[in-house]
């Protein structure tokens, strides 16, 4: 699916409008995508905050573009981030494949998280991968570029060794 399908998705739903009409000054701050190969239930988030008074609020497309209040932790106020992308998320996953093609994994593709986030004036992609064999991806996906600026291959049991570590 195109980026732009999901922007306009967002864009026609009644939620959205009433937001935008009430929050003139709420602007996008991240974007969430999980593309499921298992279960086929992919998800797409839109989050906008509201710097006036430190609310964000969340755009879930795959129920109708419900708006749901989003938990803030932190005093820092987000970046925000480009609608105006234009790239297809299969393209994204014919990357990861190609890039574990030439790193030489063997693994299947079982979910993908895409975090869509604006760090230092550019947009990326904070990538996780699952992958058979308890095996994850870590990467950066520079949006503009369409290039990865960093990709780990990690093992789900040496995650759970550093979180045991803290004990």
Known sequence: MNFQFYVEKLKESEDYKKFVKEKKGAFPCSGF???DKEEKKDKQHFDFYIKENGKMFSFQ????????PVDVKEQKIPAQISLEHDFDFSDIEKMIEKKMEDEKMNNKI??????????????????TVFITQFGL??????IEKMEFKDFKKRNFFDMMNILGKDK
């Open 33 to 35: 995508f999980l593309i």
């Open 61 to 68: 497309l795959e129920n109708n573009a419900e708006m749901t």
């Open 110 to 127: 079982q979910k993908i998280l895409l975090s869509l986030q604006n760090v230092e004036d550019r947009d990326y992609f904070m990538v």
């Open 137 to 142: 991806i870590n990467a950066t996906i520079d």
